[in-house]
C-alpha cells in the first residue's frame, strides 16, 4: 500500500501466503479469533445492543452503539426519577449532574483534576462559548491579538464557528494547510504564530485522516508565542488518552456521542483551566452560570468557578447513557483502551495492505500508530459506491471526501473478527463495483 514511512512487516500468521488466495483469508481469520481469545477487553462487546449480530460496525467514532446497561437506566430514570420524584429531582440530584458527570470525564478520560469539566450544550456551541471567551479575554489585554489559527482541514463545525467568531470580533482568521491524510504538525503551528495570536483551534485527532497532534507540543508553541489554545477532543475523547493537566491545556471541548456513547445529540464536555475560569467571560449568560440562580437577581453575576459555562437548562436525559460508558472506561483504563485501538487499527491496516491495495487502496491516515488515533482511512475513487453497497450488506463504515472510507474501530465495542468480516466484505465489493466499470469500459 502506498504510504510514507518504513514498510509494514507482515502481521499474519507467519505463514508467506499469496495475497488474495482463500488461504489468507483463513488464516487473517484465525489470527483474528485468537486475537479476540486474548483480548482483555473482549468481554466488552457483549455490553453493547446489537454486538451479537452479524452487522459489522465501523462507524463507533460517529455514533457510538447503546450500552445495554444504558437502555435500563434511563428507563428506570424517566419512571422512577423523572416520573417519582419530579419537579423535587432537581433539588435532590440533577441540578449537580453536569459538574458531576464533566468531574467523572475528566477523571477517567482526559486526566483533569475536579472542577474543570463540565457537561454543557453541543461541541458547537461549547466551542463558540469558550473561543469567544478566550478571544475577548485576549483583546482586552492587548489589542494588537486580533488572529485566530486554524488548520483547513478541522471538522467544518470548527471552521464555521471561529469565521463567525472572527466576523463578530474583528479578528483574522489565519489558516493553516493541511494535508487531508494528516494533520497540523509542530513545525507549521511553530510558523503560524506570532505576537498577533489570540487563539489557536486544533483537533487532537484530525476526523477525515486520525492524525493525532502532539498535544503537548503544539500547547507549549502557542503558550510560548502568548496565544491561548483550544484543543477539539471528539475524535480522540474515549480513544486516545488526553492528560489536559499535565499538557498544561487552557480549554478543550469534545463530543460524548462518538467513543463515550452518549447517544445522538449527547450534550458536549468542556474544559476549562481553573485558573482561566475567573478570568473568561462567556457569551451566553443565563441562569445557570449566576450566582444564586434561584434567587432569580435583576442582573447576571456569573459564578468564579466551571459553572460559569453553562446557560441554560442541562439536558439531563441526555446525559445518563454516557455514565455507563465512563463506567466501563474507569474499570478498564484509558491505557488499554489505547493498546486494543492501535491493536484493531494495525489489524485493518495489514487486512487492507493484503486485500485491498492490490485493487489500488491507498491508506489516507498515518501508517506510524503513533501518530494516529482510533480510526483508518482508505482511499480509492470507488469508495462512495463501496460504502453505500456495504450499508445494504449491513456494514457500516463512513465515508469522506476525497474517496475515503472511514473505519472506525471503537476499542470497548469492536472485535478483530469484525474488523476480518467488514474489510472482506469491503474487497468484496470493491472487487464487483471494478468488474462493473471495466464491463461498462
Ligand atoms: C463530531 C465533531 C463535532 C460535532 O459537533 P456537534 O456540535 O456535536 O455537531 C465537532 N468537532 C469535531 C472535530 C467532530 O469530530
Redo the contacts with the bound molecule.
Keep these: 500500500m502506498a504510504r510514507d514511512g518504513p514498510h509494514r512487516p507482515h502481521r499474519g500468521t507467519g505463514a508467506r501466503v499469496t495475497p488474495d488466495s482463500r488461504s489468507t483469508f483463513d488464516s487473517q481469520l484465525a489470527f483474528a479469533r485468537r486475537m479476540d481469545r486474548a483480548d482483555g477487553l473482549a468481554h466488552y462487546r457483549k455490553r453493547f445492543v446489537g454486538a451479537e449480530t452479524d452487522l459489522v460496525y465501523f462507524d463507533g467514532n ?1 455514533l457510538g452503539r447503546p450500552p445495554v446497561s444504558a437502555v435500563e437506566r434511563v428507563e428506570r430514570f424517566l419512571r422512577e426519577d423523572w416520573g417519582g420524584r419530579l419537579i423535587r429531582g432537581w433539588d435532590e440530584a440533577w441540578l449537580q449532574l453536569p459538574t458531576e458527570i464533566g468531574d467523572r470525564i475528566g477523571r477517567a478520560v482526559i486526566e483533569a483534576t475536579a472542577g474543570q469539566t463540565i457537561i454543557g450544550d ?6 463558540y462559548k469558550l473561543a469567544r471567551a478566550a478571544v475577548d479575554a485576549q483583546l482586552a489585554r492587548d489589542p494588537a491579538r486580533r488572529e485566530i489559527v486554524i488548520d483547513t482541514d ?5 471552521r464555521y464557528v471561529l469565521d463567525g467568531i472572527a466576523r463578530e470580533t474583528g479578528c483574522r482568521l489565519r489558516w493553516i494547510d493541511v494535508d487531508t491524510s494528516s494533520g497540523v504538525t509542530p513545525e507549521q503551528l511553530a510558523e503560524a504564530v506570532g505576537p498577533e495570536t489570540a487563539l489557536v483551534v486544533v ?1 487532537h ?3 477525515r485522516s486520525a492524525y493525532l497532534a502532539d498535544a503537548p507540543e503544539l500547547t507549549r508553541i502557542a503558550h510560548d508565542a502568548g496565544a491561548l489554545i483550544l484543543w ?1 477532543l ?2 480522540s475523547a474515549g480513544s486516545v488518552p488526553v492528560k489536559a493537566d499535565l499538557w498544561g491545556f487552557d480549554l478543550a ?1 469534545g ?1 460524548t ?2 467513543y463515550l456513547n452518549g447517544g445522538p ?1 449527547s450534550p ?1 464536555f468542556a474544559y476549562v483551566r481553573d485558573d482561566l475560569q475567573a478570568v473568561l467571560a462567556q457569551p451566553i449568560q443565563g441562569w445557570w452560570g449566576t450566582t444564586d440562580m434561584f434567587a432569580m437577581g435583576p442582573e447576571y453575576r456569573p459564578v468564579p468557578n466551571i459553572r460559569r459555562f453553562l446557560s441554560g437548562t442541562a439536558p439531563v436525559v441526555g446525559m445518563l447513557a454516557m455514565e455507563e460508558t465512563l463506567a466501563m472506561i474507569e474499570e478498564a483504563g484509558m491505557p488499554a483502551l489505547r493498546a486494543k485501538s492501535i491493536a484493531l487499527t494495525e489489524f485493518a491496516i495489514t487486512l487492507a495492505d493484503e486485500w485491498l491495495a492490490p485493487l489500488g487502496v491507498t491508506l489516507a491516515s498515518p501508517a506510524d500508530p503513533e501518530e494516529r488515533g482510533g480510526h483508518v482511512t482508505l482511499h480509492h475513487d470507488a469508495m462512495r459506491e463501496v460504502t453505500a453497497r456495504l450499508w445494504q450488506r449491513d456494514v457500516i463504515p463512513d465515508y469522506r471526501d476525497p474517496g475515503g472510507l472511514r473505519v472506525g474501530l471503537s476499542p470497548l465495542s469492536t472485535s478483530f473478527e469484525e474488523v476480518h468480516r467488514g474489510l472482506g466484505l469491503t474487497r468484496d465489493v470493491l472487487r464487483e463495483v471494478l468488474a462493473e466499470r471495466a464491463g461498462l469500459g
Excluded: Q
Excluded at 453541543?122 to 466551542?127: E, F, P, Q
Design positions: 460517529s453541543s461541541t458547537t456551541v461549547l466551542l478541522n471538522f467544518p463545525t470548527d483537533s485527532v484530525a476526523y477539539d471528539c475524535h471541548v463530543c456521542y462518538k445529540g458536549a
